[in-house]
Structure formats: C-alpha cells, structure tokens
C-alpha cells in the first residue's frame, strides 16, 4: 500500500518551491501528496508580486477533506501567513492528530520577501510550534523565534534547546548557507544529530526549505525514524541542487527528480 503526505502551505505558481516543490518531492520519494492552500502566491524566481490568503473556512474545509477520506501517513506545514490561518491549521492538527507533523515556519523567500506577516510571530509560537512533532527553521528563523543571535553551530544548539522548549516535538536548525558548510543540527528533545553534506556553489536554490521539510515528512511516512528521515531528506536536497535547473532570472529552481532525468 503507498504511503500518504500532506502538504499545507502556499502555492508557488512558478513552480519551485510551497505546494509545488512539495507534491513534486513526495512523488519523487514515492509517497501519494495530497494538498491543503492556505495562500495563492504570485512569485517568480525573482521576486513575490502579490499573495492572496485563502479563507480559514476553505482551509479548514480542505483539510476536512483529506483526513476524512485519505488520512495522511505524514503532514509538513510550510507558509502560513497570518494568525486566522495559523490558528485554523493547528486547530485541525490537534483535532486529527497526525502522527508526523513537519512545520517549516516560512517567513521569507528567497530573494528576501517577506511571506509572514510580523504580527503573526507570537501566533505561530503559541499556536503552530506546539502541534510540531518537528519544526525546521533556517536561521534568520530560528533568530526570530528563539530571539538571540546565531553565528557558530553552539549558537544553533542553543537556539534549537529554546525553540524546544517552546513546546515542539524535536527542532532542526539549517544553517544553509549562512554556515561555512552546508551543516543543520536537530535535537530531538534527549540528543542533538549534526548533519553535514557538501556545499554547493549555486543560485538555484529555490525552494529547498520546502523542499526538505516535504523530504522530512515523505520519509517519516515511509516509516524511516526522525534522526534517519532527516538525514535522507538532506542527501536528497543537496542531489537536488546539485542538478538545479538553471531557469528564470533569479534563484533557479532545484531539480526534484534529478534521481529519474537530469
């Protein structure tokens, strides 16, 4: 029997990263995605135009939809951009209680637009951290919510040891590419697993903050244990940018099935 995942999050009409990076990364790790949009972004690999949100009404009846017929093995929750609809996905999270929940706090794209509104920071720690069985912040994230300064992977511990506390499952800080290497640290509430690959001297980058957590959520589905899921999703992502795909005339998109055609 395939295995299930959800994606909740924001649609990225160019194609490289929120619901789309997401159901092309399932389906490349050989998991049946399924979709909830909580915002209609109008982006590119340049820059974000406009974002329309959809109603919490719509959202909660997407979501309603799904786990009545089609209970997901995996949910990763990406960019939820305002307090109404973050309260109404944790609400349907606790009310279904997934057994993995992957939540990427997406506060900004790439090219450095806000997807968050700044309000929302206080919602998403009360209410969406603790329905997290892993939160996955990048650092200018995890500065956010943790409220110091990160700049050496102790940094990292720390903030990940605080974010924890906040109530989430187990935390993985990237250090992406704000880190020398390519290193990101979780820590599962008990111990802390330091994951290191290569890093790649790209721009195409587009979409891998999505395209992780979704990786995450896809193994985790499979049946993989956290500390082995994340380490699985990262070899896939830095495959994926390894065989980014050199489009648009800004971040370029990585390429999630880089393993079937590159």
Known sequence: MIKTALTIAGSDCSGGAGIQADLKTMSALGVFGMSVI???VAENTARVISIEDVSP???ADQIDAVFEDIPPDAVKVGMLSTPACMETVAAKLRE?????VVIDPVMYAKNGSPL???SSIDTLIKTVIPVATLLTPNIPEAEKISGMKIETPEDMQEAAQKIYAMGAGAVLVKGGHYMGD???ILFD???FHTYVEKRIHTKNTHGTGCTLSSAIASYLALGEPLPEAVGKAKAYVTGAIEHALALGKGCGPTNHFFRFYH
């Open 57 to 59: 009404n719509v959202i």
């Open 116 to 118: 968050m509104q700044e």
């Open 189 to 191: 509430g008990k111990e």
């Open 182 to 184: 390519a290193r990101d």
């Open 38 to 40: 909580v915002s209609v």
């Open 96 to 100: 279904y209680h997934p057994t993995h």
